[in-house]
């Protein structure tokens, strides 16, 4: 039987009912023994001077109220939802200057030093042509996470910190319920110096159980020619690039070069295609390993909480909606409420 937040799915009649006055309301507390890892897609609903948006108050100040409730909402559930780690998978802001920057790390405050946390550095986040992050490194510095022993440290360049160095790629290690985990956040389209540093990092921590979190993955296989490409050509790991240049790689690439040669790799995460939204795919490394590759660039609709329930060998994903405190069923470019609910089967119950 499949299970909905320790619930089975098999709700009918005056049950049904209630489950779904229940999820209307807030997500059911986490049961014993699961724990979960709330993924923070992209965060570019700036408003105010400077931006896109119409501001939200008259004098014109720059605000994001999505990232704050979602941070506020992370921290408020820390306990409830049993949240263990949370990842953001990049295009933390909408324009890369110290405005828009100031202001995330304002949101990201609410949680630092409550929880685990990486971050994922997006084409926004940087200047795509060279991939210069040194505004992301500003804020978001290794020094700032040297304290934290779940912090693994980051990818050490000697010269050309702007580029790929100080935190821009980044790992995280963890423990819940007995299980050890290895999270690596790399930035969009990583070099192969990158590559290097992940395929040896990965080695290294090999008895942990790993994810990776990295902003282009899935979307539109090939770059898009018109606007209408974005929503109807075929979907999958993308082949294209944004960052970098000609040292950038591709999702297809970065899975070649790296993702696919890890046994203990279960998962990748993804944001960055907002006309994909939700996409997700199921794959498999080379040493017979299922990957799930799952895909959430919500804009207003929600982030995502990921319970895992070691005793059912399954993780819960749900698209949950912060400001209107619903579960995210379905959306204007995805209908499919089964890419927003659903579950992925994953063996817990063994030994790492």
């Given at each position: 039987?499949?299970?909905l937040?320790g619930?089975?799915?098999?709700?009918?009649?005056?049950?049904?009912?209630?489950c779904?006055?229940?999820?209307?309301?807030?997500?059911?507390?986490?049961?014993?023994?699961?724990?979960?890892?709330v993924?923070?897609?992209?965060?570019?609903q700036?408003?105010?001077?400077?931006?896109?948006?119409?501001?939200?108050?008259?004098?014109?100040?720059?605000?994001?109220?999505i990232?704050?409730?979602w941070?506020?909402?992370?921290?408020?559930?820390?306990?409830?939802?049993?949240i263990?780690?949370?990842?953001?998978?990049?295009?933390?802001?909408?324009?890369?200057?110290?405005?828009?920057?100031?202001?995330?790390?304002?949101?990201?405050?609410?949680?630092?030093g409550?929880?685990p946390?990486?971050?994922?550095?997006?084409n926004?986040?940087?200047?795509?042509?060279?991939?210069?992050?040194?505004?992301?490194?500003?804020?978001?510095?290794?020094?700032?996470?040297?304290?934290?022993?779940?912090?693994?440290g980051c990818?050490?360049?000697?010269?050309?910190?702007?580029?790929?160095?100080?935190?821009?790629?980044?790992?995280?290690?963890?423990?819940?319920?007995?299980?050890?985990?290895?999270?690596?956040?790399?930035?969009?389209?990583?070099?192969?110096?990158?590559?290097?540093?992940?395929?040896?990092?990965?080695?290294?921590?090999?008895?942990?159980?790993?994810?990776?979190?990295?902003h282009m993955?899935l979307?539109?296989?090939?770059?898009?020619?018109?606007?209408?490409?974005?929503?109807?050509?075929?979907?999958g790991?993308?082949?294209?690039?944004?960052?970098?240049?000609?040292?950038?790689?591709?999702a297809?690439?970065?899975?070649?070069?790296c993702?696919?040669?890890?046994?203990?790799?279960?998962?990748?995460?993804?944001?960055?295609q907002s006309?994909?939204?939700?996409?997700r795919?199921?794959?498999?490394g080379?040493?017979?390993?299922?990957?799930?590759?799952?895909?959430?660039?919500?804009?207003?609709?929600?982030l995502?909480v990921?319970?895992?329930?070691?005793?059912?060998?399954?993780?819960?994903?749900?698209?949950?909606?912060?400001?209107?405190?619903?579960?995210?069923?379905?959306?204007?470019?995805?209908?499919?409420?089964?890419q927003h609910?659903f579950?992925?089967s994953?063996?817990?119950?063994?030994?790492?």
């Amino acid at each position: 039987m499949a299970y909905l937040f320790g619930l089975p799915l098999a709700c009918s009649g005056l049950f049904a009912a209630a489950c779904n006055s229940l999820f209307a309301a807030e997500l059911p507390p986490a049961p014993a023994n699961s724990f979960s890892i709330v993924v923070i897609p992209d965060t570019q609903q700036y408003r105010g001077r400077g931006t896109k948006g119409a501001a939200e108050n008259e004098d014109g100040k720059l605000t994001n109220t999505i990232f704050e409730n979602w941070t506020d909402w992370i921290g408020v559930n820390l306990e409830q939802q049993r949240i263990a780690f949370v990842s953001h998978v990049g295009d933390i802001v909408d324009k890369n200057n110290r405005e828009q920057w100031a202001l995330a790390r304002r949101c990201m405050d609410r949680l630092h030093g409550r929880v685990p946390y990486g971050i994922s550095v997006g084409n926004h986040d940087m200047m795509p042509a060279n991939g210069d992050s040194s505004l992301f490194q500003e804020v978001f510095p290794k020094s700032r996470f040297e304290q934290f022993k779940w912090y693994g440290g980051c990818f050490g360049k000697t010269s050309g910190l702007a580029t790929s160095g100080n935190n821009a790629n980044s790992v995280q290690l963890f423990e819940a319920n007995g299980m050890k985990f290895v999270f690596l956040h790399l930035e969009c389209n990583a070099p192969d110096d990158v590559l290097n540093w992940a395929n040896a990092t990965l080695r290294f921590h090999s008895d942990r159980r790993a994810i990776i979190t990295t902003h282009m993955g899935l979307g539109p296989r090939e770059k898009p020619k018109s606007a209408a490409d974005f929503f109807d050509a075929p979907k999958g790991r993308m082949v294209w690039t944004k960052c970098h240049g000609k040292r950038g790689n591709s999702a297809q690439q970065m899975w070649d070069k790296c993702f696919k040669r890890h046994r203990n790799l279960f998962m990748i995460c993804c944001g960055d295609q907002s006309r994909t939204q939700a996409m997700r795919q199921e794959s498999t490394g080379q040493h017979g390993n299922t990957v799930h590759e799952v895909l959430s660039d919500y804009g207003t609709h929600g982030l995502r909480v990921m319970r895992f329930i070691p005793m059912l060998n399954l993780i819960e994903v749900r698209t949950w909606d912060p400001m209107n405190g619903v579960l995210c069923e379905s959306t204007k470019f995805v209908s499919d409420r089964r890419q927003h609910q659903f579950t992925l089967s994953y063996e817990m119950d063994t030994a790492r």
